[in-house]
């Protein structure tokens, strides 16, 4: 046990177990997204675990969690948006054959064909590698 999680106390630490999956369930059906709202419930874990023991168990602990929680949804939905965005701009900006990477069996502008696979391989077993 860490001092963290020993600064909570045996109780906090059981209440933050038990309310965990409750959070984790109201907040998947909000917003639809697993793996983010699993984060948000360990990032809000870990804020409740360091806030709780200074400040005391809030009146509605499950409560509180939730909304922290979706809080912290709401920012990473807005950032996902915004880097859409970006993304989007960005591919708009660049013409349409700058967008594809080429074939691996396209030849350059040159007309050189380059064997990046094989050069890969040969830099990779190169003796100075092994050092």
């Known amino acids: 046990m860490t001092a963290r999680s ?8 059981k209440l933050l177990r038990d309310l ?6 109201a907040v998947i059906r909000r917003y639809g ?3 983010a709202a ?9 804020a409740a675990a360091l806030q709780w023991p200074r400040e005391g168990i809030p009146d ?3 409560g509180w969690l939730i909304q922290v929680a979706a809080r912290r949804m709401t920012d990473h939905v807005r950032s996902e948006i915004s880097r859409r965005r ?3 701009l960005v591919a708009g ?3 349409l054959d700058r967008q594809l990477a080429p074939s691996s069996d396209h030849a350059d502008a040159d007309g050189e064909d ?10 990779c077993c190169h003796p100075t590698m092994a050092k």
């Open 93 to 95: 900006d660049t013409p």
């Open 60 to 62: 509605n602990p499950r």
């Open 114 to 123: 380059h064997h990046d696979t094989l050069i890969l391989l040969f830099m």
């Open 38 to 46: 699993e984060d948000a419930v360990q990032e809000v874990s870990l």
């Open 86 to 88: 970006r993304e989007t």
């Open 33 to 35: 997204d697993f793996a």
């Open 20 to 25: 965990a999956p409750q959070v984790l369930g």
């Open 6 to 13: 020993s600064a909570l106390g045996a109780s906090g630490e």
